[in-house]
C-alpha cells in the first residue's frame, strides 16, 4: 500500500481510504487484529479523540472503509498531506504475523472558482 492516493481531500471535509489487507503473498486476508493512526506532515499522530492516537477495526475484514473526519483534514501552508498508517496481524502457515502499511493524502482548500453561489 505505501502510495500517494491519485484524489485529494477537501480541508474540512469527509474523507474515505478504502484499505485491503493483505499477507505476505499479495493475497487479502482477514486480520485477527488491525488499527490505524493518521500523522500530519511533521510525522505526529493526530488525536482523534481526547488521549486516542490508535483506531482499532473492530472485526475487521479483508477490505475496510477508514473514514477521516473534517476535524483530521484541516490545511495550513506546512501542513497539506496526511499519512494513514495501518498496523494489522493476521494468522499464515509460519505463524501470527504483524505488518504495516501506509497511504499518503494530499488536502486541498477549495478556492473560490470551486464553490458554486446560488
Known amino acids: 500500500m505505501p502510495q500517494q492516493l491519485d ?20 493475497e487479502l486476508v482477514t486480520p485477527v487484529s488491525a ?3 493518521l500523522l500530519n506532515a511533521e510525522n505526529e499522530p493526530i488525536e482523534q479523540s481526547p488521549g486516542v492516537f490508535d483506531v482499532e477495526i473492530d472485526d475487521p475484514e479483508s477490505t475496510e472503509d477508514i473514514i477521516l473526519a473534517p476535524s483530521n483534514l484541516y490545511a495550513t501552508p ?3 498531506f496526511r499519512v494513514l498508517l495501518v498496523t494489522y496481524s493476521y ?9 504495516k502499511d501506509w ?9 473560490p472558482s470551486d464553490v458554486s453561489s446560488n
Open 91 to 99: 494468522i499464515s502457515t509460519l505463524g501470527t504475523i504483524t505488518a
Open 35 to 37: 488499527s490505524w493512526r
Open 7 to 26: 484524489v485529494p481531500a477537501i480541508a474540512d471535509s469527509t474523507y474515505v481510504v478504502t484499505v485491503n489487507f493483505l499477507d505476505q503473498d499479495g
Open 103 to 111: 497511504v499518503r493524502l494530499s488536502i486541498v482548500s477549495p478556492g
Open 78 to 80: 506546512d501542513d497539506t
